[in-house]
């Protein structure tokens, strides 16, 4: 009988049944925010994330496909592809694919790409209308992913990412992104340069508050708009506060104190892009 390890790889990948593999080592120890770092990787896993990413100009540094990935047309497709653009391409076993993946049930397909980060928007220089969201130390990564999701759905030209956040690029964050991940520019500066970035800001800088005074529908938003949005915790820094030109608050009812930092950020999106986005 034919072990997995002696099946014939797939045209333009090489097969690899061991751990000890050393792409597969690598993958592994993407899921480490340290190893992304120093990498400037990151993996995403599943046919229709990958396929989001070859739509938008990536390509796999390098991409796992499992025993099960020749059976849909999509995913040989997706592999054709990566193999042509100089992808590594690995045919593993169940087994360490199981290993491989983030999921108890495993995608069949793994990609590795390199992270991109977009310069930080000047001020003096805006490169159009479109919103850009601002969010001071975002913690969580399934909130960071919806919020690059609904970036990408309300039009906003990007998310910049101030002080110590948690890493868009995790694996949480990718998924929660649903692909947005690889539409959406992301740049990222130190906390002490966002009240300067929102006081030299050409259009309006609205930092949203639970004291804020306005209503977050009675402003009359000028473009391109500067959207700061503060912790799940502590909320906006007073420093950031102070910078902005607006400080609204959304209305609730009843006992809760705040709204989750996504939900607040897509009302307040769509609020901006009221007259911009139609149905
Ligand atoms: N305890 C925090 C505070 O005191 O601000 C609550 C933080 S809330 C979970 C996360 C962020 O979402 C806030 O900093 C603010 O930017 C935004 N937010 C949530 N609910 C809001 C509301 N009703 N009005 C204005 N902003 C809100």
Known sequence: MTSPADRAPRPGSRSVASLQNDSVKLIRSLAMRKVRRETGLFVAEGTALIVTARDHGFVPRLLVHGPGAGDSAVARDVIDWAAGAGADCLDVTGPVLAKIAARDNPQS?????????????????????APWVALEGVRDPGNLGSIVRTAEAAGAAG???AGASCDPFSHEAVRASMGSVFAVPLARMGDAELPALAR???GTAVGTHLKGRADFRAVAYRAPVLLVMGTEGDGLTAAAAAACGELVRIPMHGRLDSLNLSVATALMLYEIQRNVLRA
Do not use: D, M, S
């Not at 793994?110 to 310069?119: C, D, K, L, S």
């Open 159 to 161: 998310v910049l990412l």
């Open 109 to 129: 397909l793994i990609a590795v790409f390199e992270q991109r980060w977009a310069t930080v928007p000047e001020p003096a220089r805006p490169a159009g209308a």
């Open 200 to 202: 030299a800001w050409p």
